[in-house]
């Protein structure tokens, strides 16, 4: 056994298989969750928002092959293989081959194959995605403005997403007790926070800035963006670069701005529009205070 491909290499062969086929890795995505021997109940359920993330990647041709006439996106082919390949791995240490792990990203998704909760299942998720991020800060300045503006949406939503199971006071502050219920992955609610399709059309890359698709932003996702989000978000990339011990992860952020790939001096971009039930919001659902 010893002699033979690590669960890492095994990975690696699953990933170069599907490189250029976006079908192949949405299903791909779809046999993680059935675990090593084809049925694993108790994590199937968490296919759901993992699915919905990824079919929304697929229909704006993300995915696509670099060659052809609709080629896809360098960085979020990198960051969609960074998932598949974390649970690829942790699949085959689950099963028949052998270590040791090759991240700690990796670990956190043993740690949710050993006890699939919704906390364990964002920590393992979330965890490769802020790697990804961490990692591929070179292909994300190649893209145009709206794409690195939406990086940024994409991140701040899943990471508020994670914090609504763990961190429910710090999410919705006295709305906490519904807190585990809108962000459970398990449930059809999370798709909610996750979704951009009502914004973006479905084509890669985008074709107008960042403030044409922030206008045009419908008013529930404003609301969630500006008037929950953003009046917590530094609170939150700390919290999240604790919970996923990803200290890089406040590189991303200045001063309550988003610096993913996107300069501090264009910040103004992260300030509330003008809206009154989204500068009601952050009064009603007053953020912690920090000690």
């Known amino acids: 056994m010893s002699a033979g491909p690590t669960a890492a290499d095994w990975a690696e062969q699953q990933i170069a298989a599907v490189r250029d086929d976006p079908a ?9 969750y059935y675990g090593p021997y084809g049925k694993a109940p108790r994590h199937l359920p968490f296919q759901r928002a993992a699915m919905s993330f990824m079919q929304w990647q ?46 700690q990203t990796v670990d956190f998704w043993m740690s949710f194959a050993e006890y699939p909760t919704p906390r364990a299942w964002y920590r393992a998720h979330n965890g490769s995605v802020v790697a990804a991020y961490l990692e591929h800060r070179e292909q994300a300045s190649a893209e145009n403005e709206a794409e690195r503006f939406f990086m940024n949406v994409v991140l701040c939503r899943v990471l508020f997403s994670h914090a609504l199971v763990a961190a429910p006071r710090m999410a919705l502050g006295w709305l906490r007790p519904l807190a585990p219920l809108l962000g ?11 979704q951009l399709s009502r914004v973006l059309p479905d ?5 107008k800035g960042a403030q044409f698709y922030r206008d045009a932003e419908l008013g529930f996702g404003r609301l969630v963006d500006y008037g929950v989000i953003i009046p917590r978000v530094q609170q939150l990339y700390e919290w999240s670069s604790h919970e996923l011990s990803a200290p890089g992860l406040l590189d991303c952020i200045r001063d309550g ?18 809206s009154f039930l ?4 952050p009064r009603a659902l007053r953020p912690e205070r920090r000690v």
């Open 257 to 274: 701005a988003l610096t993913y790939a996107w300069p501090f001096e264009d910040r103004d971009v992260w300030r509330p529009p003008r």
């Open 203 to 207: 084509q890669y890359p985008l074709d």
């Open 184 to 194: 459970d992955p398990r449930l059809g609610m999370i798709g909610i926070f996750l």
């Open 58 to 103: 697929l229909r704006r041709g993300l995915l696509h092959p670099l060659s052809g006439d609709h080629p896809g996106s360098p960085w979020w082919r990198a960051v969609n293989e960074r998932i598949l390949r974390d649970g690829c791995e942790a699949v085959a240490l689950s099963g028949d081959f052998a270590g040791p792990t090759s991240s």
């Open 24 to 32: 192949g890795r949405v299903a791909l995505m779809q046999r993680c």
């Open 278 to 281: 989204v500068q009601m919001a």
